[in-house]
């Protein structure tokens, strides 16, 4: 048999005996009456299907103490694996503070936000008020089990870990994705932050919150940047991976998405004395020129800096520097170019 192993998260009813192929992403809780259940599909040759469900969270359970528990190993790979975490469109969020944050959000955005399906509570921990008042299915854990989920050496600050599907205005774009899906892709888009190559997922994290503190419409994430549902890009983030758009594609798309929404595509940019085009110094005044202009702004690695494909199509842009240093961190950089370039209260 020729196997491709494909992972599907859905919600089916104990009394079921077959679990549907329609549904492949997450669905909420009914805690009540459905059980949590991780199914693999085995593909032969001849195009038939076999498939062994696992059920991972019975309704019963409400505790977990033991590191050995399938639920808890299936939260440690959506933790570990990119492909996982993608495979079944949901991830585990570490941290009461972002939870809450998504709670909040999810309250003002109910028809695109995240949704939580289960809260894995330590078993020490009193539920605040604000999160009780969620309909959210609970389960309570031990220590130990806190720390495997979590990954960290000390978990002594972390109260709650949440199972979250994957937003739906997250989009990974490939060769069929056409012009006609832009305006869902960014519904609003007269400011777009570009991440070119950032692998370090601290910084992918950092910049995500700034382009939310800074009121700018989505990110378009290039080639080679890290998953923006990494465990340390959601804790720098806070919660900003789910509150806004944000699309992973290549230049073509960010092409057809500059010439369709008639952006001006900006990059920052350390000068260099090799440099073939002129680069201009971020100021009030050169803001003030590009206020009323639908932007894409281009950030690149700390380590590389930005990608040829960059340096020739944007135009680019310095902040200007006292002292002798090469440098800024990119996250320190973006929240400067995120500020001084945001958008007019609309």
Not at 14 to 37: A, D, E, G, V
Not at 53 to 59: E, G, V
Not at 190 to 209: E, K
Request: hydrophobic share 35%.
């Amino acid at each position: 048999m020729q196997c491709m192993d494909i992972l599907h998260l859905s919600i089916v009813n104990p009394s079921s005996s077959q679990l549907s192929l329609k549904h492949n992403h997450p669905s909420k809780f009914y805690p009540r009456t459905r059980l949590l259940c991780c199914s693999r599909s085995y593909h032969d040759e001849d195009g038939g299907n076999s498939i062994k469900t696992l059920s991972l969270l019975p309704s019963h359970v409400k505790t977990i103490t033991s590191t050995s528990n399938p639920f808890v190993k299936h939260c440690v790979k959506l933790r570990e694996s990119s492909s996982y975490r993608h495979s079944h469109g949901s991830v585990l969020l570490v941290g009461s503070t972002p939870i809450r944050e998504l709670c909040s959000f999810e309250g003002n955005d109910r028809d695109q936000s995240a949704t939580i399906e289960c809260l894995l509570v330590l078993d020490t921990t009193q539920v605040s008020e604000d999160l009780s008042n969620h309909t959210i299915r609970r389960v309570t854990v031990s220590p130990v089990v806190m720390k495997k989920l979590c990954g960290l050496q000390s978990t002594d600050s972390i109260e709650m870990a949440a199972l979250i599907r994957i937003p739906s205005r997250f989009h990974k774009l490939d060769s069929n994705s056409k012009a006609k899906d832009l305006h869902k892709w960014f519904p609003v888009h007269h400011r777009i932050l570009v991440l070119d190559g950032i692998q370090d997922p601290g910084n992918l994290g950092t910049l995500l919150r700034s382009a939310i503190a800074f009121r700018w419409d989505g990110v378009y994430l290039l080639s080679d940047c890290c998953d923006p549902f990494n465990d340390k890009a959601l804790r720098a983030s806070r919660g900003a991976s789910f509150q806004l758009p944000i699309v992973s594609g290549d230049w073509a798309h960010l092409d057809m998405m500059r010439k369709n929404f008639h952006m001006k595509i900006l990059a920052g940019h350390l000068p260099k004395d090799e440099d073939s085009k002129p680069v201009f110094w971020l100021s009030k005044d050169y803001a003030d020129s590009v206020v009323n202009i639908p932007l894409c702004l281009v950030l690149g690695s700390e380590g590389s800096g930005l990608s040829e494909r960059s340096r020739e199509e944007c135009e680019l842009v310095s902040i200007p520097m006292a002292g002798e240093f090469e440098s800024l961190n990119v996250s320190v950089a973006g929240g400067i170019f995120l500020y001084m370039l945001q958008p007019q209260k609309r």
